[in-house]
Nanobody, 114 residues
């Protein structure tokens, strides 16, 4: 089993930036396709971004394309989500996930004030 831990959330004003990180204990992440998802209050959890094992393939939700950047450092066993030009509608709990194996972290809260 993979234990994922997200960090880097917080409160930021609209237009600001945050960088989320996802680390793992007990397993190396380099063999997993990794994704970021988010869930706003009262809404379904939704896809944000996904990155292949090597980092060569990346895909984003239309709502974050051009503002968010997913990356990974397999040497450090981390996956990151750089979030720029944040909007109030980005407010949510953000989760990282091993896509195929369906392991989830507990999430980190991002709040964007207008």
């Amino acid at each position: 089993q993979v234990q994922l831990v997200e960090s880097g959330g917080g409160l930021v004003q609209a237009g600001g930036s945050l960088r989320l990180s996802c680390g793992a204990s007990g397993r190396t992440l380099s063999s997993y396709v990794m994704g970021w998802y988010r869930q706003a209050p009262g809404k379904e959890r939704e896809f944000v971004a996904v990155i292949s094992e090597s980092g060569s393939k990346i895909r984003y939700a239309d709502s974050v394309k051009g503002r968010f950047t997913i990356s990974r450092d397999n040497g450090k066993n981390t996956v990151s989500l750089q979030m720029d030009n944040l909007k109030p509608e980005d407010t949510a709990t953000y989760y990282c996930k091993t896509v195929a194996q369906n392991y989830w972290g507990r999430g980190t809260q991002v709040t964007v004030s207008s």
